[in-house]
């Protein structure tokens, strides 16, 4: 006879033990965010699947695409016929044959006169074909997203950029004839700076580019002093020069990606000793490098910590003062979202804005923006979760990768080939000295600025209400640079729309985001165009404004100068300085 109930206990046994769930929710999460930092780490922090699946979507549109793939042969057969004509006419006429193709502007792989005469001509002109054919073959592939075909075309540039005929020493013009000419000296350098390289990389030391140069020596030397400190910045008020000056202070905000400095460099390429010996007062925040116990830092913490208490800092020493904010970068966009928030609730305390290459309209923000999507942001958040912080090497990387020509392998040819030793400027020095970011702050800027762009869309919350761009009243004077992959001048130039201020330059420079902010007085080469716009003035096009504001040649610095100068009070004596808590540059500038 069957014993029911002990059956009836061994089936309702069994039945539980099916519907059990042996992994909750929080350790599944647990072991796929292990996985994920595993997989990230191993990537360099690049989204594989999500690079994968482009590919994929490319290659399986192109496979059912007959009309683009006959398209695609007729290209390269065409790129055959035009490479035979440049062989022809070289064979011909020499270093006179007329190019097929001419590089980009701004790239300096083939600016060397060694690339005109054959058999160098040659090699330039089959890379610049391929490299054509390969962006043809990414584009107008029925089916495929926009996103994934701006992806391909992105790594298709990265993957030929690696087997350019400039970086390897055998078809390099001029690494040969440098060679010739120093009996292989250039090598032996090369050599020794890349054992140099290797070794101080091993070892955890600072790299080779700030051998020479010192913090506090010959980088940030401008007389100052610390007048405000809290766990995030620094305030630094510099020492006037002048027996007077302007009432209004200039307040300094730079990126928090990387040191203040970079607007206080080397003597004769420091905007701050620039605007102190034009008369102005001059504060600047310097930002601490975040560790692992700032990870939950958000993008609000920034703008209390940094410029409203620098604001309220600069209140005490200097009451009554307007002031004229200038924000750079990430810290533009920063110092865009302090004034939005001042002007919705009635704070009158600046006398202008000016934005140095920085976004407070996202949609144009470049092909940093190919990695701003939930996967890359999931990528991100694996690598950034377990530390609490971005490091700075992850951080320079993403910028490297988009102009790997001019930061990866152009340097290499310099430095290992042409054994060329970086140590003695500046702004390489300041670039290698990066700092990280918090978990909290970067995750919601990527997300809220780049990814659903809610400043511009009016959608941007601080303290739970929204702020708006347009409210913005005071006068506002924009920079833009002609070749920054950072922030695209374009992109900076969407202030133009934004902005309802009565009193609006903007002012495109030649040069890049870093390069093209620093350029002193004397510099050579520079230009720059401006159009100020007044309170009946419609909205000109990027196009437009480049065809309108007439090109002039030199530093932009004193067209800014005179401006805030003509925004400014008759000059008076200049103010106390505050109580010294450290001598400029400060202490958080040192942290690594």
């Known amino acids: 006879m069957t014993n029911q109930p002990a059956d009836m206990a061994t089936a309702g046994a069994m039945t539980d033990l099916v519907s059990s769930r042996w992994l909750s929710d929080r350790i599944a999460e647990r072991i796929d965010r292990a996985a994920g930092v595993a997989v990230a780490r191993a990537s360099s922090g690049l989204p594989l699947p999500r690079i994968l699946l482009a590919y994929a979507d490319w290659a399986m549109h192109l496979g059912l695409s007959p009309g683009k793939a006959g398209q695609l042969v007729e290209a390269w057969a065409r790129q055959y016929r035009r490479m035979g004509r440049f062989t022809l006419n070289t064979m011909i006429q020499g270093a006179a044959a007329p190019r097929e193709v001419e590089p980009e502007a701004g790239d300096r792989r083939f600016v060397d006169e060694g690339w005109r005469n054959p058999p160098f001509s040659l090699l330039e002109q089959a890379f610049l074909l391929r490299r054509e054919w390969w962006r043809e073959a990414a584009t107008g592939v029925r089916g ?181 904010a200038m924000g750079y970068c990430v810290g533009g966009t920063l110092m865009s979202i302090t004034a939005a928030t001042m002007a919705r609730d009635g704070d009158d305390r600046l006398a202008s804005l000016t934005l140095l290459a920085a976004q407070s309209d996202f949609t144009l923000a470049g092909e940093l923006k190919l990695f701003i999507n939930e996967a890359q942001l999931t990528w991100l958040d694996h690598m950034m979760n377990r530390k609490g912080v971005l490091e700075a090497d992850q951080m320079a990387g993403a910028f490297k990768l988009l102009r790997a020509s001019d930061m990866v392998w152009q340097p290499l040819v310099d430095n290992y080939l042409l054994g060329v030793d970086g140590r003695g400027i500046a702004l390489m020095a300041w670039n290698a000295d990066a700092t990280r970011m918090p978990y909290r702050m970067h995750t919601e800027y990527l997300r809220r600025l780049y990814l659903h762009n809610e400043l511009a869309q009016g959608q941007y919350l601080v303290d739970s209400r929204p702020i708006a761009i347009k409210d913005i009243r005071v006068p506002i004077f924009a920079v ?113």
């Not at 007062?281 to 410029?307: C, E, H, Q």
């Open 480 to 592: 833009g640079t002609e070749t920054d992959h950072i922030a695209p001048w374009h992109s900076a130039y969407k202030i133009c729309l934004l902005s309802q201020s009565d009193d609006l330059t903007f002012l495109l420079t030649s040069g890049g985001h870093n390069a093209g902010i620093i350029t002193p007085p004397g510099h050579p080469r520079r230009r720059y165009r401006q159009y100020r716009w007044g309170p009946d003035d419609r909205y000109l096009s990027p196009d437009e404004f480049f065809e309108r504001a007439e090109p002039e040649q030199g530093s932009w610095w004193p067209a800014w100068q005179a401006w805030l100068a003509g925004h400014s009070g008759n000059k008076v004596a200049p103010p106390a300085m505050g109580d010294s808590l450290a001598d400029a540059p400060g202490t958080y500038v040192h942290q690594r």
């Open 144 to 324: 495929v997203s926009d996103e994934d075909a701006a992806l391909v075309r992105f790594f298709n540039d990265r993957l030929l950029d690696s087997i350019a005929p400039g970086n390897f020493p055998l078809t390099n013009p001029q690494v040969l004839r440098t060679t010739w000419q120093e009996k292989g000296a250039n090598l032996l350098r090369g050599a020794r700076n890349l054992v140099r390289d290797v070794y101080r990389d091993k070892t955890g030391q600072p790299p080779a580019a700030l051998a020479d140069f010192k913090v506090g020596e010959n980088l940030a030397t401008t007389p100052g002093r610390v007048v405000y400190r809290n766990r995030l910045i620094e305030l630094i008020q510099y020492e006037p020069t002048t027996r007077r000056v302007h009432p209004e202070p200039v307040l300094i905000v730079p990126a928090w990606i990387m040191k203040f400095y970079i607007l206080d460099l080397a003597e004769g390429q420091s905007m701050v000793r620039y605007l102190l010996d034009q008369g102005h007062t001059v504060f600047i925040v310097s930002w601490k490098n975040p560790d692992a116990g700032d990870r939950d830092l958000g993008m609000d913490d920034y703008r209390t910590l940094g410029p409203m208490a620098a604001l309220d800092a600069i209140g005490e020493l200097l009451p009554e003062r307007p002031v004229h």
